[in-house]
Nanobody
């Protein structure tokens, strides 16, 4: 069993910041890629950012320059620092991990609402 526990999101004013974390635990040998995805009401789930085990990152154009993804391999942790938040960033954010030989796992998601 593998568990992914995301930190609580919340309500943030436009222009504000929020940091999400995701803790992976359980029967984990090695985590390869990790990422954050989001789904806004009435929209399909979309990639926010991904990071390889070696630290190479990839961002959606909509968040480049505002969001930073990072990870701690020793602690099996994933982070997303979100700055200059906009109302369009409102969504349920989910973490995703790809385990070596095991495939992909998803967190349950955490709500982020950007509103004044």
């Amino acid at each position: 069993q593998v568990q992914l526990r995301e930190s609580r999101g919340g309500l943030v004013q436009p222009g504000g910041s929020l940091r999400l974390s995701c803790a992976a635990s359980g029967n984990i040998f090695r985590i390869d890629d990790m990422g954050w995805y989001r789904q806004a009401p009435g929209k399909q789930r979309e990639l926010v950012a991904t990071i390889t085990r070696g630290g190479s990152t990839n961002y959606a154009d909509s968040v480049k320059g505002r969001f930073t993804i990072s990870r701690d391999n020793a602690r099996n942790m994933l982070y997303l620092q979100m700055n200059s938040l906009k109302p369009d960033d409102t969504a349920v954010y989910c973490c995703n991990v790809v385990l070596q030989f095991r495939g992909a796992y998803w967190g349950q998601g955490t709500q982020v609402t950007v509103s004044s």
